[in-house]
């Protein structure tokens, strides 16, 4: 019985070398338990091994892998082979994004926008509040299940690649940026929303998406960032029409 094989078209780019992307095709060996990111490292160990991607743990927790498959921002590593055989897979970097080499696509401005929104906690006692076993800042059940949902996001940058007002508007702060936000403003345990908010609701933050919804449909982790971007939309106009109706209970 003649082996099946399975055929993938791959974005090429040296920089240097190569005045623009190009495609190079590579007949593999189908097998059904393998995924994109299993295919691309028997292309970089038996065909070419010049190839560069990005990955780590195989597991679709780190979050490295991510790639467009198909057109589709993908993680690699769960996007199974058997779900286009035998057609075809056409693997390119993440949208949006300049790309370094191959399939390696510059994420520095990700990580610029994500140390924007302060993505940890926030106390103002943190220097006088006493440490070790027994001092935890605790919560109850309920109180993680505020912000459960969000803290799931794995910076796969799925989202910002599905995104089209990021990729027309790249000063956005975008989807999971955002997200990890509001995930931190809902944290009992955080102080810190008073120093997130102008970031976020300013003209590059929450007010620039208009609600397609794509980069919740692409999440590997469900995050749901665009309800995290509505809630946080909504929590907004409630301070300011606090500060209206309030003015002296601005903080």
């Known amino acids: 019985m003649a082996e099946r094989t399975i055929g993938l078209s791959v974005t090429r780019f040296r920089p240097g070398e190569d005045r623009q992307p190009v495609s190079q095709t590579f007949t593999i060996p189908y097998h059904d338990d393998w995924v994109v990111l299993d295919a691309l490292q028997y292309i970089k ?26 057109g589709v921002p993908k993680l690699t590593c769960a996007a199974f ?13 993440l949208a949006n994004f300049p790309v370094i080499r191959d399939l390696v696509v510059d994420i520095d401005d990700f ?60 000063r956005f702060l975008g989807p999971a940026a955002i997200a990890l936000a509001h995930r931190y403003n809902m944290d009992s345990r955080d102080q810190g929303r008073n120093e997130r908010m102008p970031v976020i609701g300013s003209s ?33 106009t409630n301070d300011w029409f606090r500060s209206i109706l309030m003015p002296w209970g601005k903080r």
């Open 45 to 70: 160990d038996r065909h070419d091994g010049s190839l560069s991607f990005r990955w780590s743990c195989h597991m679709g927790v780190c979050g490295s892998c991510g790639m467009m498959v198909n």
């Open 81 to 93: 082979l058997r779900d286009y055989f035998p057609n075809e897979v056409r693997v390119e970097p």
């Open 111 to 170: 990580m610029h926008k994500l140390a924007e929104v302060k993505p940890y906690i926030i106390r103002d006692d943190l220097e006088t509040a006493p440490v070790g076993f027994g001092h935890e800042f605790r919560q109850a059940p309920e109180e993680v299940d505020d912000y459960r949902q969000f803290s799931m996001c794995i910076n796969c940058m799925l989202c910002y690649s599905a995104c089209p007002v990021y990729g027309m508007e790249p």
């Open 204 to 236: 590059e933050g929450i007010w620039e998406c208009t609600y397609i919804g794509e980069c919740s449909v692409v999440c590997p982790k469900n995050v749901d960032p665009a309800s995290a971007i509505q809630r946080t939309k909504l929590a907004t």
